[in-house]
């Protein structure tokens, strides 16, 4: 099957798979493409089988214990993580699986190092560990919102004019030792269009069921748009690696957003050639004798 989604995908996935950030810049690629493919229903049946698909490798990974899959959603206010996040792990293992949110940083939180909240979450291996927003909001918000580094209780001296160089340096030697350590690392970039978030806000406002979704912060947000995507580049450019690559998915068309997440998830399992653990023959002969004696019962 995922032969299917890889052919399907492949070609869309090539450009909005970064492994090497030199030549990235985000304008190349827009918010509202879809990659040549119009047919929805037919881009939800694929979605829905690669569900199924990642599902059972998940079994595999799982029973393997040696990998671990760090999955990252970064992303505007309403482009989708939530929906995302819900779709694409729908089918799996409640078990092997682990959801964490970022929020702003609690007392405790700020009391350590900005990683250490999210090493805390890290996921163990043979699980899948999903991270709604991540250790990038410390170079988007905080990097926009200068007031939130203040809050953090550095010494003054290690504020310097290179503070973000310096943490996506750091981010980055992470990611890379995560990856030595049997870490999978996927970074979602979900690229939403101001006018779209727009869209999305009204119906947010104009939809009682919605409305919960609604905070007046997100309007205050917006009004950095632009600096956040100068952020976003930046950060894509300065962490995007072969071992820690960055997906940046289009994200103003749900079921491709949603496609495009499930075929790079379905890559990255792939490329792990997953499969249960052998038994090893002593085990075999331990497993006849077990047999032996229940059928002796
Ligand atoms: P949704 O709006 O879809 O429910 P969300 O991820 O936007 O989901 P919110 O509770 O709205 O969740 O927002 C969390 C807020 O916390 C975001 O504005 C985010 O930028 C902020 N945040 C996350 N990490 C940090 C951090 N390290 N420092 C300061 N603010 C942070
Ligand atoms: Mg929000």
Redesign the pocket.
Known sequence: MQKEIQEKCGNILKSLRITNGDKFHLKDIAPGDTAGLDDKAEARALTARAGEWLAAEGEKLYAQDRWSVLIMFQ?M??AG??GTVKHVLSGMNPQATHVT?????SAE?LDHD?LW?CSKSLPERGRIGVF????Y??V???RI?EA?LQ??KLPKSLISKDIWKERLEDIAAYERYLARNGTVILKFFLHVSKDEQKKRFMERLDEPEKNW?F?P??IA?RAHFDEYMGAYEHAIRATAAPWAPWYVIPADKKWFTRLAVSAAIVKALDDLNLAYPEVAPEQREAFAKARASLEAE
Do not use: C
């Not at 709604?132 to 250790?135: A, F, G, T, V």
């Open positions: 992303a206010d309403a993580k939530d949110s970022f929020k702003a940083p939180e900005f909240r709604n927003r991540s250790w909001e410390e988007l918000v905080v919102h939130l809050k953090q979704k905070a912060s997100d947000e």
